[in-house]
């Protein structure tokens, strides 16, 4: 069982009114925006399960804009992320899935398009008192809650890749505390998933590039 | 210096001769990944904001998202001005707290959850009336903090706090039993007061179901937490007289959580029961007929 914290008790300090539905799509957004290395220009959200119902009233819609903007879970701001959006040229668009069933009630996607062309898209669950997972990068099955600093690695499905990206961490003397492989189908793309106590130093990333079945990295520090 | 029950805590407070804010604190530094003066930077931040959402709306009312509360806390507070109010003074301004801070939380602000958003009024109504009535230091007040973070670790560890898995009572009722047992540490009470006390307050709001209107985090829930710190302050007040309750706080943690995950779905949060069912709950938006 995790530790659990006096701040976890009298905590999160939080703009309200839901954590589920509030400060916990702040997160999964804050996550979405932390994976991608360039300036978002565009981002469209799909509200699934109760997130679909319930949304205007627990300021889900300007939760996850928020994220994306860069606020966190305590930030003012995020009451007036329409406003901030307009301010930053950031274009945003909300669909309403209310009819699609998901595995979680309170399930949304992430599609995001940046300035130079690169996309992404994920889907993350709010699971209670503001704990947040996501579940899927580019429609890859994955998971990961952001409570660590985490290695996103994407890769070609070939021998050698996890072995190569152990070696890197263990050269910046980073200590692993989960890894994971996710993968699509042998020999596609795949997922590494690596989580850590500590941060792990932006310098890994040019050790990491020296193989060539790795085809993106991204960081989320904590 | 770890604890896992209540039972527990309460032998390591007696070993050390220490309060359970104490016990915690000591938890936190050599389990945890604080220092002791990060952690009271920690607590002086959430009693800032604790403070401010407690004060904010009594002279700036917020309507909330969903347009069902906004501007309650004034009210009260101005029945209570014109010496009109029919509680005392302590009971007042606990109420009106910790209906202050739903408002601002129903109003997109910033508030501490303390352990849920839902029932985020009842730890800061109860601590700042009794500060403000009581003349205590912020010390004191840290103190009733770490308390509470105690009692309610112990119900998150070993039960819930989530509405949606054990109803009002995982959410109010852990946050009533938090204060009633802070309270009874900031007025001098002793270890084992502190557990009756939410060992009474756990058992008095027992059963209670979630039945947001509309799935929305304002009504019934804005009240309830004033009802949570009625139940804390009375709690507390017959533990600081020496009343004890025959059930241990452990067992009924277990209790409520029994209870609370016999519920029928209806009632832990959908919006498909109790007050968000009736004809006029439905019309405001249930889960049901949407």
């Not at chain 1, 109760?50 to 939760?63: E, L, N, Q, V």
């Not at chain 1, 995001?112 to 996309?119: F, L, P, V, W």
């Not at chain 1, 998933?193 to 790795?214: A, C, F, G, Q, R």
């Amino acid at each position: 069982m995790n530790f659990l914290s006096i701040f976890d008790v009298i905590g999160p300090n939080m703009i309200g009114p839901s954590s589920s539905h509030t400060a916990g799509a702040v997160s999964i957004a804050l996550l979405a925006r932390k994976m991608c290395p360039s300036t978002i220009k565009k981002v469209t959200f799909t509200l699934y399960g109760s997130f679909s119902k319930t949304y205007r009233g627990h300021g889900t819609d300007r939760a996850l804009l928020g994220g994306i903007l860069g606020f966190a879970t305590e930030d003012a701001r995020i009451r007036e992320s329409f406003e901030w959006a307009e301010k930053y040229n950031v274009e945003y668009h909300f669909i309403i899935a209310d009819d699609i069933p998901v595995n979680h009630p309170n399930t949304a996607d992430i599609n995001i398009e940046c300035a130079d062309g690169y996309t992404l898209w994920v889907r993350g669950e709010s699971i209670g008192g503001g704990k947040v997972k996501i579940v899927s990068i580019n429609h890859i099955d994955v998971e990961f809650t952001g409570e660590y600093s985490t290695m996103i690695v994407r890769q070609t499905d070939q021998p050698g890749v996890v072995a190569h990206i152990a070696q890197c961490l263990a050269h910046q003397d980073v200590n692993i505390a989960f890894m994971r492989l996710f993968r699509e189908d042998k020999g596609a793309t795949a997922f590494t998933v690596v989580e850590s106590d500590e941060p792990i130093p932006d310098s890994i990333l040019k050790e990491m590039k020296t193989n060539k079945h790795i085809r993106e990295i991204m960081l989320i520090q904590i | 210096m770890d604890f896992i029950t209540g039972q527990a805590l309460l032998a390591m407070c007696s070993q050390h001769n220490l309060p359970i804010s104490a016990v915690m604190k000591q938890r936190e530094i050599t389990q945890g990944i604080l220092t002791d003066a990060e952690i009271d930077d920690k607590l002086n931040t959430a009693l800032t904001i604790m403070k401010n959402s407690a004060h904010d709306p009594l002279h700036t009312p917020q309507k909330s998202m969903g347009g069902l509360i906004g501007g309650e806390a004034q009210k009260v507070s101005r029945h209570m001005q014109a010496d009109q109010n029919i509680t005392g003074t302590i009971l007042s301004k606990a109420i009106t707290y910790s209906m202050a801070v739903l408002e601002v939380n129903a109003s997109m602000g910033l508030i501490v959850a303390a352990p849920t958003a839902g029932s985020s009024g009842v730890v800061p109504g109860v601590i700042l009336a009794l500060q403000e009535e009581k003349s205590l230091a912020d010390d004191i007040m840290y103190a009733g903090l770490l308390n509470a973070s105690a009692l309610g670790y112990l119900l998150m560890r070993n039960a819930s706090v989530s509405g949606a898995e054990a109803g009002c009572q995982a959410e109010v009722g852990a946050a009533s039993a938090m204060a009633a047992s802070a309270a009874v540490e900031m007025m001098g009470g002793s270890p084992e007061m502190c557990l009756h006390a939410a060992s009474i307050a756990l058992s008095n709001l027992l059963g209670l179901v979630c039945d947001p209107i509309a799935g929305l985090v304002e009504a019934p829930c804005q009240s309830r937490n004033a009802i949570g710190v009625a139940n804390a302050i009375t709690c507390a007040e017959l533990a600081l007289s020496g009343i004890v309750n025959p059930i241990p706080y452990d067992e009924m943690v277990d209790a409520m959580y029994r209870v609370g995950t016999s519920l029928p779905m209806e009632l832990r949060e959908t919006a498909m029961g109790g007050a968000a069912a009736t004809p006029t709950g439905c019309k405001l938006g249930c889960n049901n007929c949407s």
